[in-house]
């Protein structure tokens, strides 16, 4: 009964935990959606210092060094977007799948 309920917990808390996502690449998406590149870069590269998968810190180092092309509201939040799609999808793709 105990593995039962083990299991159903981990089924009911994984998906919330799973999305939740690392303080720095939240911060450094909502100053890049602001416009302040200084302090979106600065949470960017520190999100990317700790990420193990090459793709993934390119597409961080990537979107670092375009923050001064990205001049309308509307483009930073289509970039913070397309990053946060990233690095969740590249979560969910290297979650460990237990038997």
Avoid: C, K
């Avoid at 083990?6 to 998406?29: R, Y």
């Avoid at 597409?59 to 923050?67: G, S």
């Amino acid at each position: 009964m105990a593995g039962v309920l083990t299991a159903l917990l981990l089924v009911t808390v994984t998906p919330p935990v799973l999305a939740a996502a690392d303080p720095d690449l939240e911060s450094g998406l909502a100053y890049l959606v602001a416009g302040n590149n200084t302090l979106a870069a600065r949470h960017l590269a520190r999100f990317g210092e700790r990420q193990g998968d090459p793709e993934l810190r390119r597409q961080i180092d990537m979107t670092i060094a375009r923050l001064d092309q990205l001049q309308s509201r509307a483009l930073r939040e289509q970039a913070a977007r397309e990053l946060r799609s990233i690095a969740l999808d590249w979560r969910y793709r290297n979650f460990p799948v237990f038997p």
